[in-house]
Nanobody
Framework: VQLQASGGGLVQAGGSLRLSCAAS????????MGWYRQAPGKQRELVAA???????NYADFVKGRFTISRDNAQNTVYLQMNSLKAEDTAVYYC??????????????WGQGTLVTVSS
């Protein structure tokens, strides 16, 4: 499965963006999907992940602001980002993956999409 992320752009602090991750094949059999981000000079970090059954988990720094969802019929995973902050500025990547002992592990990556939040 190849992944293509889109929806990034420039937004003012407090604004919203919706990222999409389109898969080249069916994701209905993919165990889990996730969104990561990488800011300049920092390591890539997990933002949110969602299981095949739709159970989602979030990093503390986005809880209550971001929502991950998946549409298996459209082979697409979304990340709705609200109340954006300057520190959310990063390249966002989607990934396939799996859960082990409640921890999400990525298995493949798509290309990223840049999100820039101006303060």
């Amino acid at each position: 499965v190849q992944l293509q992320a889109s929806g990034g752009g420039l937004v003012q602090a407090g604004g919203s963006l919706r990222l999409s991750c389109a898969a080249s094949g069916s994701i209905s059999s993919v165990n889990a999907m996730g969104w990561y981000r990488q800011a300049p000079g920092k390591q890539r970090e997990l933002v949110a992940a969602i299981s095949s059954g739709g159970n989602a988990n979030y990093a503390d720094f986005v809880k209550g602001r971001f929502t991950i969802s998946r549409d298996n019929a459209q082979n697409t995973v979304y990340l709705q980002m609200n109340s954006l902050k300057a520190e959310d500025t990063a390249v966002y990547y989607c990934s396939t993956g799996y859960y082990s002992w409640g921890v999400f592990h990525p298995t493949s990556w798509g290309q990223g999409t840049l999100v820039t939040v101006s303060s």
